[in-house]
């Protein structure tokens, strides 16, 4: 009932930039907490930023002041703007949104993922 699709990765160099894009779409009454998450091969799926409906951002460290996340809660989309990327950024980056449907149950969900290649 709810899909979310991701967009924007790609091959970059280091100390490259890379703009993600993540569109929810269906039964939505409301979005609440959204977030990017990666995962890299043989590595946890890992939390890297996320921002609440009302804009409060947060990351992990290793990518805090290279990376901003933003929201625009008309369209219901969420962007991730990756600058001074790392080999260590190399990951697939999925979107997650929680929130709740018309029909007022709630909803956890996941996009397919983009493939996010930094090459050294």
């Known amino acids: 009932q709810v899909r979310l699709v991701e967009s924007g990765g790609g091959l970059v160099q280091t100390g490259g930039s890379l703009r993600l894009s993540c569109a929810a779409s269906?039964?939505?009454?409301?979005?609440?907490?959204m977030g990017w998450y990666r995962q890299a091969p043989g590595k946890q799926r890992e939390l890297v930023s996320s921002i609440t409906s009302g804009g409060k951002a947060e990351y992990v460290d290793s990518v805090l002041g290279r990376f901003t996340i933003s929201r625009d809660n008309v369209k219901n989309t969420m962007a991730l703007q990756m600058n001074s990327l790392k080999p260590d950024d190399t990951a697939v980056y999925l979107c997650?949104?929680?929130?709740?449907?018309?029909?007022?149950?709630?909803?956890?969900?996941w996009g397919q993922g983009t493939q996010v290649t930094v090459s050294s």
């Open positions: 997650n949104a929680k929130g709740r449907l018309r029909n007022l149950l709630r909803f956890d969900s």
């Open positions: 269906g039964s939505i009454l409301s979005l609440d907490t």
